[in-house]
T-cell receptor
Framework: KAGVTQTPRYLIKTRGQQVTLSCSPI?????VSWYQQTPGQGLQFLFE???????NKGNFPGRFSGRQFSNSRSEMNVSTLELGDSALYLC?????????????FGEGSWLTVV | AQSVTQLDSQVPVFEEAPVELRCNYS??????LFWYVQYPNQGLQLLLK??????LVKGINGFEAEFNKSQTSFHLRKPSVHISDTAEYFC????????????FGKGTRLHILP
């Protein structure tokens, strides 16, 4: 069974640009969540989607948005990039709502903003 | 609201020695508890989880953790570490019946010394 797949793995963007990251969950998983990982802040929760609906949202500005499609694939978008957005963005999927279920992580997308 | 504190940002330990990585949490309700491991340039992988039942939880790669409700702790232990255990370890908590958002600690980097 294929794991969580994230694309692209690495990308470099310029301040002010926007970026879209993609995540394909494990087959059959309906919940997808996104995290930002930086050396200073650790892992921070961005948002969670279940069956195309956003269930939870972390404390990030409106420049960070996401969506989930009917096939459970998810995208997150960051507009008007800032240097501080440089981070590893991790996607995770699980079979059900909530986190009593095990969540499985992808290998992440490394974003560098210059 | 729940929170997670990993008391050590880095832990050096000699190969074949025992190790304990400490984790304390704060919550006003019952919780689920997790330990994840992140190897270099990879996403997070579940080591073990506590949902209910026995307070001693065994995970992969010889790791185990003990849930201590009175001390609100979930420390991770391994009796004999190997060089391949070099990684960052994250403790995480999710509150039952709440918005099920999972909160991660800031991580503990385990350095195995030869």
């Amino acid at each position: 069974k294929a794991g969580v797949t994230q694309t692209p793995r690495y990308l470099i963007k310029t301040r002010g640009q926007q970026v879209t990251l993609s995540c394909s969950p494990i087959s059959g998983h309906r919940s997808v969540s996104w995290y930002q990982q930086t050396p200073g802040q650790g892992l921070q929760f961005l948002f969670e989607y279940f069956s195309e609906t956003q269930r939870n949202k972390g404390n990030f500005p409106g420049r960070f948005s996401g969506r989930q499609f009917s096939n459970s694939r998810s995208e997150m978008n960051v507009s008007t990039l800032e240097l501080g957005d440089s981070a590893l963005y991790l996607c995770a999927s699980s079979s059900g709502q909530g986190f009593g279920n095990t969540i499985y992580f992808g290998e992440g997308s490394w974003l560098t903003v210059v | 609201a729940q929170s997670v504190t990993q008391l050590d940002s880095q832990v050096p330990v000699f190969e074949e020695a025992p190790v304990e990585l400490r984790c304390n949490y704060s919550s006003s309700v019952s919780v689920y508890l997790f330990w994840y491991v992140q190897y270099p340039n990879q996403g997070l992988q579940l080591l073990l989880k506590y949902l209910s039942g026995s307070t001693l939880v065994k995970g992969i790669n010889g790791f185990e953790a003990e849930f201590n409700k009175s001390q609100t702790s979930f420390h991770l232990r391994k009796p004999s570490v190997h060089i391949s255990d070099t990684a960052e370890y994250f403790c995480a908590v999710s509150e039952r019946g709440r918005d099920d958002k999972i909160i991660f600690g800031k991580g503990t980097r385990l350095h195995i010394l030869p």
